[in-house]
């Protein structure tokens, strides 16, 4: 069946699963007609087929009736089936039930995460991150620290941009945001830049605030344009000033209208002016 809707043959994965639910017992096997029917939007049928899998013993079965009992919202029995998959290793779970944790603004929320974020063995990157924050707000900044290293070393780009502002400008911040630069995260690129300027690696910086700017961080199109100006480049520096602006950096829109003043566009220059002081 798994290999059928892999293959996204969703008909012979129903069969097949079927026969695994009903002929073989297996419980995993009901889970598996309630997916296929998930994806085809027969939440009803789907649910039903979830709780013979949960029921059965099934830890992914039980996950996914709790993401089908939320959406009707039944948060309690959501929670209830979240932690009971979360104890049996569906690091997902635990993740799903941290969140529906933090949004009802439950204390528990910490433990959820722990459980998709372990010292050892298996993690969920984002789930170490937002137990970081968790840790953070409650003041206990050393074991922060910890979580955002796990989400960090596993890929997460807002656990490496997070633990770069808990290093502050201590020693491996600038490594920490530049991590999250590379990973996708335009403000860690905006911070990696602020390091890199801050140590005289104008080179560096330059990169990292033109990664942050190509991914819509207005701040970093700034002080793009500023090394852009700085080596001479002005066409290059008014088209980051224009970016920066259109994100409603006021800085950016005086910029480009300081630029536009100099090259004889002063019309454009008196509306940026007025978007500046907006």
């Known amino acids: 069946g798994q ?3 892999d293959l996204g043959a969703l008909e ?4 097949s699963f079927r026969l695994s ?3 073989a017992l297996d419980p995993a096997g009901c889970t598996g007609v309630g ?3 998930a994806m085809r939007a027969q939440d009803g049928l789907a649910e039903s087929w979830f ?7 099934d ?5 996914r009736l709790a993401i089908q009992v939320e959406a009707r919202g039944d948060a309690g029995e959501a929670d209830r089936l979240y932690d009971e998959a979360c104890a049996d290793g569906v690091l997902a779970s635990c993740m799903a039930l941290g969140s529906l944790r933090l949004s009802g603004g439950s204390r528990d929320a910490e433990a959820a995460f722990r459980g998709a974020c372990a ?3 298996p993690i969920l990157a984002a789930a170490c991150s937002t137990l970081g924050r968790i840790l953070r707000e409650a003041g206990r900044t050393d074991e922060a620290q910890a979580a955002f290293v796990r989400a960090c070393d596993a890929g997460d780009a807002a656990g490496c941009r997070e633990l770069g502002r808990e290093l502050n400008a201590g020693s491996g911040a600038g490594d920490a945001f530049r991590r999250g630069c590379e990973a996708g995260d335009a403000e860690a690129c905006w911070e990696s830049g602020r390091a890199s300027l801050a140590g005289a690696r104008f080179d560096e910086a330059e990169r990292a605030f033109r990664s942050g700017c ?5 701040s970093a199109c700034l002080e793009l344009g500023h090394r852009q100006v700085g080596r001479g480049a002005a066409e290059e520096a008014a088209v980051s000033y224009r970016k920066a602006c259109d994100e409603d950096v006021a800085a950016g829109c005086r910029a480009l209208a300081s630029a536009l003043d100099a090259t004889g566009g002063a019309d454009e220059s008196a509306e940026l002016y007025g978007r500046a002081c907006e």
Not at 12 to 15: D, M, P, T
Not at 59 to 63: E, L, R, S, T
């Open 214 to 218: 190509d991914r819509g961080h207005g």
């Open 12 to 15: 012979q994965a129903e069969e």
């Open 35 to 37: 997916t296929v029917l």
């Open 21 to 23: 639910c009903t002929v």
């Open 119 to 121: 010292t050892e063995g």
């Open 51 to 57: 709780r013979q899998g949960c029921e059965g013993g």
């Open 59 to 63: 830890a992914d079965g039980c996950y």
């Open 3 to 5: 290999r059928h809707l």
